[in-house]
């Protein structure tokens, strides 16, 4: 039993009772000004008023979609995108997270680490393309770097943060209830650190495919961006849109993906 703030004394629930969830409702109003758009896209297009070669009717790119995905054209692409952004995002994860840990849990670490990181930073990496080229070729190597260098960054930044923004008297108790240095970064720091991590990881990942749209004009053989510039070369918007859509949904399953894991990981805070 307990005694509410009105001061009266509030009945005590059943041991193992929960209040029931609220049911979420769809909000069909989000879909009111996307449809309106869509709507309006194709009648311009159905009126001349917006010609084909400059953007294909929404039917034209469904038609599309269909006939590239029948022809195993954008199954390729994808696979081969996802792999770049794979393997680059991995590297970028690796360094950016590892780079931030030792920064973030030594004042050695982040006197050496932190000031070449932000000097690198504030670099638009985007605009280091011609040395990539030059260092590593026109191949894999160049759009890989570019992805993991995106991706390196905004996790660095928010990994050091996070340990660095974690609550100094839970640090200050748990030491005084005899934690050792590890159980206090297990317990303590980590729990602290992985909300700003998570968030590092969701800008990360849309870096991520930022960079790989960007890597992969670079002379491509394969993958979405070599399908969108294919298409370009015989003005075929309506593959390009196609494209531009497959990447839009890509970021948004990854970015979808992180939330449930954060909201997986961190169910702690609800409770």
Same mark, same amino acid.
């Given at each position: 039993?307990?005694?509410?703030?009105?001061?009266?004394? *509030?009945? *005590?629930?059943?041991?193992?009772?929960?209040?029931?969830?609220?049911?979420?409702?769809?909000?069909?109003?989000?879909?009111?000004?996307?449809?309106?758009?869509?709507?309006?896209?194709?009648?311009?297009?159905?009126?001349?008023?917006?010609?084909?070669?400059?953007?294909?009717?929404?039917?034209?790119?469904?038609?599309?979609?269909?006939?590239?995905?029948?022809?195993?054209? $954008?199954?390729?692409?994808?696979?081969?995108?996802?792999?770049?952004?794979?393997?680059?995002?991995?590297?970028?994860?690796?360094?950016?997270?590892?780079?931030?840990?030792?920064?973030?849990?030594?004042?050695?670490?982040?006197?050496?680490?932190?000031?070449?990181?932000?000097?690198?930073?504030? $670099?638009?990496?985007?605009?280091?393309?011609?040395?990539?080229?030059?260092?590593?070729?026109?191949?894999?190597?160049?759009?890989?770097?570019?992805?993991?260098?995106?991706?390196?960054?905004? $996790?660095?930044?928010?990994?050091?943060?996070?340990?660095?923004?974690?609550?100094?008297?839970?640090?200050?108790?748990?030491?005084?209830?005899?934690?050792?240095?590890?159980?206090?970064?297990?317990?303590?720091?980590?729990?602290?650190?992985?909300?700003?991590?998570?968030?590092?990881?969701?800008?990360?990942?849309?870096?991520?495919?930022?960079?790989?749209?960007?890597?992969?004009?670079?002379?491509?053989?394969?993958?979405?961006?070599?399908?969108?510039?294919?298409?370009?070369?015989?003005?075929?918007?309506?593959?390009?849109?196609?494209?531009?859509?497959?990447?839009?949904?890509?970021?948004?399953?990854?970015?979808?993906?992180?939330?449930?894991?954060?909201?997986?990981?961190?169910?702690?805070?609800?409770?």
């Amino acid at each position: 039993m307990s005694i509410s703030t009105t001061g009266v004394l *509030a009945r *005590a629930r059943p041991a193992g009772h929960r209040p029931p969830r609220k049911a979420r409702r769809l909000d069909l109003r989000r879909w009111i000004s996307p449809v309106v758009l869509v709507a309006a896209w194709q009648l311009a297009s159905a009126t001349g008023v917006l010609p084909p070669d400059k953007l294909s009717s929404p039917w034209t790119v469904v038609q599309a979609g269909v006939e590239v995905a029948r022809s195993g054209e $954008l199954g390729d692409a994808f696979a081969v995108s996802l792999g770049r952004v794979g393997a680059g995002f991995a590297i970028g994860a690796v360094v950016g997270v590892v780079l931030g840990i030792v920064s973030g849990l030594s004042r050695w670490g982040e006197v050496l680490v932190d000031p070449p990181v932000q000097m690198l930073r504030t $670099l638009p990496f985007l605009g280091l393309i011609p040395l990539f080229i030059l260092w590593f070729g026109i191949g894999e190597e160049t759009k890989i770097v570019l992805v993991a260098l995106g991706v390196a960054f905004p $996790l660095y930044l928010n990994v050091h943060s996070g340990i660095r923004s974690a609550d100094p008297n839970l640090v200050e108790a748990s030491r005084a209830l005899g934690f050792s240095r590890a159980e206090r970064l297990w317990h303590v720091v980590i729990p602290g650190a992985l909300p700003q991590a998570l968030v590092g990881l969701r800008q990360s990942l849309g870096i991520a495919w930022l960079a790989l749209i960007v890597g992969e004009t670079v002379n491509a053989d394969a993958g979405v961006g070599y399908l969108i510039n294919n298409a370009r070369e015989f003005l075929r918007t309506d593959v390009v849109v196609v494209g531009l859509v497959l990447y839009a949904l890509l970021g948004l399953v990854t970015d979808a993906l992180v939330r449930l894991l954060e909201r997986k990981v961190l169910r702690w805070r609800t409770r």
